[in-house]
């Protein structure tokens, strides 16, 4: 089993930015695809980005490439999602997912694939 815990979500102004961390624990952290979603109110939760165990490759929903960076620090078991130029259409509550993928170029950008969720922070955004 593994436990994500989402933190660092909030309200900020348009332009602003903020910096979502995702600790697991339980099982060891390796080899662990992990994943950020969002789900706005009203609509489905969609793909935000992805990143493989290794760190090695990264992917975007294109929403947010070039103002969205996920990052994973395997010693600290903490994935990051950090997000600049927020607009008011990123508000959403943001959850992040782990998958178990030993193949360290591996990215995993359906939601189906995910194992393992977190309960998900808040991030609003107001214009």
């Known amino acids: 089993q593994v436990q994500l815990v989402e933190s660092g979500g909030g309200l900020v102004q348009a332009g602003g930015s903020l910096r979502l961390s995702c600790a697991a624990s339980?099982?060891?952290?390796?080899?662990?695809?992990m994943g950020w979603f969002r789900q706005a109110p009203g609509k489905e939760r969609e793909f935000v980005a992805a990143?493989?165990?290794?760190?090695?490759?990264?992917s975007y929903a294109d929403s947010v490439k070039g103002r969205f960076t996920i990052s994973i620090n395997n010693a600290k078991n903490t994935v990051y999602l950090q997000m600049n130029g927020l607009k008011p259409e990123d508000t959403a509550v943001y959850y992040c997912?782990?998958?178990?993928?030993?193949?360290?170029?591996?990215?995993?950008?359906?939601?189906?694939?995910?194992?393992?969720w977190g309960q998900g922070t808040q991030v609003t955004v107001s214009s």
């Open positions: 997912a782990a998958d178990y993928r030993p193949d360290p170029g591996v990215v995993v950008t359906d939601q189906r694939w995910y194992d393992y």
């Open positions: 339980g099982r060891t952290f390796h080899h662990y695809a």
């Open positions: 990143i493989s165990w290794s760190g090695f490759s990264t």
